[in-house]
């Protein structure tokens, strides 16, 4: 058993008992990381409230030889994507996407991939690209991440405003509508 499934051993009856989601456990060297999700958000309270559990919790079971750091968060806007529970979460997303070496070879050396996660199951997902849709084995997968789009601020002054009309009255038109009249 690893130090990470000794880990999710300790904390995972206690994230179920404040309706979290444990979304990953990495440990690497003295870091261990937490990271827990719930289907509506997170906030400092709750992540705090977790952290104090969880430390509480692995004070107690001792599941780690020597000395440590924990880290408690939340998976973030751009989360790592390891299991297919990961990936199922994840359709409708955009996705970066590295292959192993050996998929990358079998694809000409191309390794690096980016689309929206159209389908997850057990075995791999379904990746949309402009190209099309392309089967990913999850064996295949080197790593991958979701990949936050920020979408542009709305011009100053945009949306529906009023305009005269013939008659000298005022009626609301949209910036689509007033495109398709000039």
């Known amino acids: 058993m690893t130090v990470a499934d000794r880990v999710?051993?300790?904390?995972l009856p206690l994230l179920?008992?404040?309706?979290?989601?444990?979304y990953d456990i990495d440990v690497a060297g003295p870091v261990v990381k937490?990271?827990?999700d719930r289907p509506t958000g997170l906030d400092l309270d709750v992540l705090a409230d977790a952290t104090r559990a969880v430390s509480r919790a692995l004070d107690e079971a001792d599941p780690i030889a020597g000395a440590y750091?924990?880290?408690?968060?939340?998976p973030g806007l751009e989360r790592r994507l390891r299991t297919p529970r990961h990936f199922a979460r994840a359709v409708g997303e955009s996705v970066k996407i590295k292959l192993t070496p050996a998929a990358?070879?079998?694809?000409?050396g191309e390794r690096?991939?980016?689309?929206?996660?159209?389908a997850a199951d057990d075995a791999g997902l379904t990746l949309?690209?402009?190209?099309?849709?392309?089967?990913?084995?999850y064996d295949d997968i080197d790593r991958a991440h979701t990949v936050f789009v920020w979408a542009p601020a709305p011009k100053p002054g945009k949306g529906p405003r009023p305009t005269p009309t013939q008659s000298g009255a005022l009626t609301t038109t949209t910036d689509e509508k007033r495109d398709e009249e000039s």
Do not use: I, K, Q
């Open 16 to 22: 179920t008992e404040r309706d979290l989601d444990l």
């Open 112 to 118: 690096r991939l980016e689309g929206e996660v159209a």
């Open 34 to 36: 937490v990271v827990v």
């Open 104 to 108: 990358g070879n079998a694809r000409g």
């Open 128 to 137: 949309r690209t402009g190209s099309g849709d392309e089967r990913l084995a």
């Open 8 to 11: 999710r051993d300790v904390v």
């Open 69 to 74: 750091t924990l880290e408690v968060s939340s």
